[in-house]
């Protein structure tokens, strides 16, 4: 069984946009930074769960967030590659990644690049982050509750950023 996320989310490059997920179960802010420092954004995530079986599993995923030092996670580096990969921007992984390069994970594209001017660098450490939480959130729920969660939970999310660094997220 797993957590299993599903949808993706929007994103506004230069300010927040509207929510589809107003009433999120779990959320994280982070701001960003390159590997020198310099301010790349400020990034929000939103769980909504449409399958908690109990209000005690609920209160459960809060609380794991909660314990969290979201501020000083590191995302996961392979997947960061990956997508970088994706967005035929290389380049910018040892901007984001102290050291790294993509020839240091196996990574490769199946369907060739997808760039898109869109997704700021911002947003792709920021969903890279929001796999990592939302897998040890699961396996922290389904060591808890095995047979409560034995379908597993389905959950959306959304994810929006700013590279404006005055900005909040939107309420």
């Known amino acids: 069984a797993a957590l299993v996320l599903v949808g993706g989310g929007a994103m506004a490059a230069g300010g927040w946009a509207p929510w589809n997920i107003t009433d999120p179960d779990i959320s994280f802010t982070r701001t960003w930074t390159d590997v020198n420092g310099n301010f790349i954004g400020t990034c929000e995530t939103r769980f909504k769960s449409d399958q908690f079986p109990t209000q005690e599993i609920q209160d459960a995923a809060r609380a794991y967030l909660a314990d969290l030092d979201i501020a000083n996670m590191a995302p996961d580096a392979e997947h960061v590659a990956a997508r970088l990969l994706q967005l035929d921007r290389p380049d910018d992984l040892p901007t984001l990644i102290a050291g790294a390069k993509v020839s240091?994970?196996?990574?490769?594209?199946?369907?060739?690049?997808?760039?898109?001017?869109?997704?700021?660098?911002?947003?792709?450490?920021?969903?890279?982050?929001?796999l990592k939480v939302s897998g040890a959130l699961a396996e922290s729920l389904l060591a808890r509750w095995p047979s409560e969660l034995s379908n597993g939970v389905e959950s959306s999310s959304e994810t929006q950023c700013s590279t404006d660094p005055t900005e909040s997220p939107a309420p």
Do not use: F, I, K, N
């Open 104 to 130: 240091d994970y196996d990574v490769r594209l199946v369907y060739g690049p997808q760039p898109d001017p869109s997704v700021t660098d911002a947003e792709v450490l920021q969903e890279s982050l929001a």
